[in-house]
């Protein structure tokens, strides 16, 4: 059934992409309430009310669960027993399932390649001796990085030509949390493909993004990516697979290492809108924002069709100061987020400069 307008979304998670969420509703005539345990959020900022608690607090769910028409959230750590708790009340979108298979590197891998989506080759870690075996298979090199809760290259370590040993400790300074080791991909370029599915089970997938990362941050998204059609093609079809076998509605973002001859290695899935895909506020129509809000409202998608080419170009700390030349631009679109305090590391907004008409 279609969201009506006036209807209240409920979001959890209270940061930039909730607060861009929020605009998305508003401008489709809803309501959005936010669940954050920080007052003051950016989402809180632009929404029509907070609640603040923590995201597994039982009468905070009570409560967003009374208040919402439907929920959903912005990042991928929400805890799955939160989602399955509140999706016995109201929809929840997208799936709890999503969550579980996003939050947990190993399942997410095992899933990808289970459905005929290749990834980087992988070994779960639980100790030294496990990683020195491991290791030796990937000829001395990998990437090991916690199961859980990494983000922007948090919790990743990157071995390189060391099949010898000499790995004790290793696992007790990652946390002595479950690792995962990845073989080390020499990948060309890293790409990103944004795409939504209705709650219809029809799909609009944006065009592949090229990611810039810098110490573990993502800092440029430019579109079209440097990549032929073939894989462009082949990337919104792994897409399409991946949202088909979730049972997926709204917004997903994919990441993957595009290699010399083409080919592709899924490296993650975050259920949910993506920092890759703020560009098409600016060169789409309908941006990844308002694709989420129709998906989860059962409103038809729009169309994901990109008329501009362009660069996104985030906003870290004290890029803001910036700001006043951006805006002396023409052709430049800016979205800040409403934080009060700029630190290192912080995303702080973004922009995205529109290149030139497709
Ligand atoms: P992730 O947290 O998985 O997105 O990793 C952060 C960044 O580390 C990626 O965007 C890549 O630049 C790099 N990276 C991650 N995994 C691998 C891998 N298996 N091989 C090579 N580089 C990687």
New binding site residues.
Partial sequence: MNLAPGSTIGIIGGGQLGRMLAMAAARLGYRAVVLEPEADCPAAQVANRQIVAAYDDQAALAELASASAVVTYEFENVPVAAAQTLAARIPVYPPARALEVAQD?VTEKSFLNGIGIPT?EFCPIDNDDQLTVALKKFNGS??L?TRRL?????G?R?FRNMETGGFAGTCEAMGNVPLIL??????ER?ISVIAARGRDGSIAAYDPAE?V?RE?ILRTSTVPAGIGQQTALAAKEAVAKILSALAYVGVIGV?F?VLADGSLLA??LAPRVHNSGHWTEAACTVSQFEQHIRAVAGLPLGSAARHFDCVMENLIGDDMLKVPALLAESDLMLHLYGKAESRPGRKMGHFTRVLRRS
């Fill in positions: 590197r980087a990998g990437v990085k990494g983000y922007d290259g948090k990743q990157v990845e073989s080390l991909v020499a990948f890293e990611n990362h573990g990441e290492f490296n993650e």
